[in-house]
C-alpha cells in the first residue's frame, strides 16, 4: 500500500511533469499561449483516459501527451493549414480553431457511430461554421471527397 508521503511525492512529480510538458508545448508551437494552459491539460488528460480505457491499462503522463500530440495535434494542426479553413475563418486565433475542430471531430463520431478522419472533420467544420470564400472552398472540397 502506498504511504500519504509517497503519494504526495507521486503527485509533485506527476505535476511537475504535466506542467513541464504543456509549457514546452507553449513554447514550441505557434499556436498556443499561457492562456491555453488549462485547456491543453484537459485535452491531455481526456486523452489520456481514453487512451487508458482502449489499451486496458494505465497511461503515464508522458505517454499521453506524446500520443496526443502524434494522434490529434500534428494531424490536425497540419489539416488546419488547408486553404479553406484558413479563408473560412479570418482573423480567428488558430488555438481557439484547433479547440473547436477537436471537439467537431469527437461529436461528429458520436453523430455517425463511426471515426470522422481529421480530414473530413476540419471540412465539415469549415463547411457548418466558415466565412467567406473558404467556406464555399470546403462544400467544393467535401462533395469531391464524398464522390
Not at 494542426?77 to 479553406?84: D, L, T
Request: proline share 2%; aromatic share 12%; with cysteine.
Amino acid at each position: 500500500m502506498i504511504q500519504n508521503k509517497d503519494k504526495e511525492t507521486y503527485m509533485d512529480n506527476h505535476d511537475i511533469q504535466k506542467r513541464q510538458s504543456i509549457e514546452y508545448m507553449i513554447k514550441n508551437s505557434d499556436m498556443f499561449l499561457d492562456a491555453d494552459y488549462e485547456r491543453l491539460a484537459s485535452h491531455i488528460e481526456g486523452h489520456r483516459y481514453f487512451l487508458g480505457k482502449n489499451l486496458s491499462m494505465p497511461i503515464t503522463w508522458d505517454e499521453a501527451t506524446y500520443s496526443w500530440m502524434s494522434n490529434i495535434y500534428q494531424p490536425i494542426s497540419q489539416v488546419m493549414e488547408n486553404w479553406a479553413t484558413q479563408l473560412s475563418f479570418p482573423g480567428r486565433r488558430k488555438a481557439d480553431l484547433f479547440f473547436e475542430i477537436c471537439d467537431h471531430q469527437y461529436f461528429l463520431s458520436l453523430q455517425k457511430q463511426k471515426e470522422v478522419d481529421v480530414y473530413n472533420a476540419t471540412l465539415d467544420y469549415d463547411v457548418q461554421f466558415g466565412k467567406t470564400i473558404g467556406r464555399i472552398i470546403a462544400k467544393i472540397l467535401s462533395s469531391n471527397n464524398a464522390a
